[in-house]
């Protein structure tokens, strides 16, 4: 599957990825992981790169188009991939959108990880990270202190935990407002190709990966029935059938939540005028996480 997840920082993309990544046997591409290298290598990108990341602004969008062309090119993405902070406004997805196109490989799912705004400021405050295997804790969370006692897979000592230089305060709240006014808008540019599906990203994360899974199995439903409608519109040899698909994504789009506050995967396919908010009451208008809480038992 080729899988875009959106979401703002702290939304918990960076840690679903890797739990999907392993999952689905597809790579992760993190334009934030891949522009983290690039500093700490010290390249001219990394350098160039450096200034707008700890301001908690975005990237110039040719050094991040420069390097989700080069990732895209590798061959372990030829049976699918996540991107994981890429696109992150509309001349990103434009481009995207053009660069797959040439290789044939369209997006078949944009999930959408909602997260109330205190909760994602919650998420990226408590954010480390050990220095020596890239492991990611949250020191806020009751369940840190059992992860952080396990040796670390790298040095075999206690892990060295550090704090991302841009989960700072000041600089959380930047990319949070970056991420209302540039990427928020790629919900309504997903929604209306029919890719979109959102889903509630607060609770524990492997509720989470619960629902992304219900999400992406009700297109990866959707996409079989499409295929399927369009065989059975196409003339047939004797004899052969089509097993209809008829009813799958909607059956797997309305699957249990775990949670009674909202419904844990909603299809914005087909917007529903009863439900014309995208968040339960009482939610602010910034939606996901990053790599909090990865480390939950
Ligand atoms: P992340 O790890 O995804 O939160 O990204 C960390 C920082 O890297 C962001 O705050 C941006 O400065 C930069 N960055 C990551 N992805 C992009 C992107 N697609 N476009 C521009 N800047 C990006």
Do not use: W
């Amino acid at each position: 599957m080729r899988i875009v997840l959106l979401g703002a920082p702290g939304s918990g993309k960076g840690t679903q990825s890797q739990r999907l990544m392993q999952q689905e046997h597809i790579p992760q591409i993190s334009t934030g992981d891949l522009l983290r290298a690039a500093v700490a290598g010290g390249t001219e990108l990394g350098r160039k790169a450096r200034e707008a990341m700890d301001g908690g602004r975005l990237v110039a969008d040719e050094l991040v188009l420069g390097l989700i062309r080069e990732r895209l090119a590798e061959p372990d993405t030829r049976r699918g991939f996540i991107l994981d902070g890429f696109p992150r406004n509309l001349a990103q997805a434009q481009a995207l959108d053009r660069l797959l196109a040439t290789l044939r490989q369209p997006l078949d799912a944009v999930v959408q990880l909602e997260v109330d705004y205190g909760e994602l400021v919650r998420r990226i405050s408590g954010r480390r990270t050990c220095a020596d295997c890239g492991r990611v804790f949250n020191v806020s969370t009751a369940s840190a202190e059992v992860s952080q006692s396990a040796p670390c897979a790298q040095s075999g000592a206690p892990h060295r935990l550090i704090q991302r230089p841009d989960d700072n305060e000041a600089t959380v709240t930047e990319r949070l407002r970056v991420y209302e006014e540039q990427t928020r808008p790629l919900i309504e540019f997903y929604r209306a190709r029919g890719l979109l599906r959102v889903i509630d990203a607060e609770g524990r994360v492997e509720e989470v990966t619960q629902r992304l899974e219900q999400a992406l199995h009700a297109s990866a439903g959707r996409r079989a029935a499409r295929t399927a409608a369009a065989s059975s519109r196409k003339p047939r040899s004797p004899g052969r059938s089509t097993p209809s698909r008829k009813g799958a994504s909607r059956r797997t789009t309305s699957s249990a939540s775990g949670s009674k506050r909202k419904p844990s995967v909603r299809t914005t396919r087909t917007p529903d005028k009863n439900e014309p908010a995208r968040r339960a009451p009482g939610k602010t208008r910034t939606g996901s996480r990053r790599s909090a809480r990865r480390e939950r038992p």
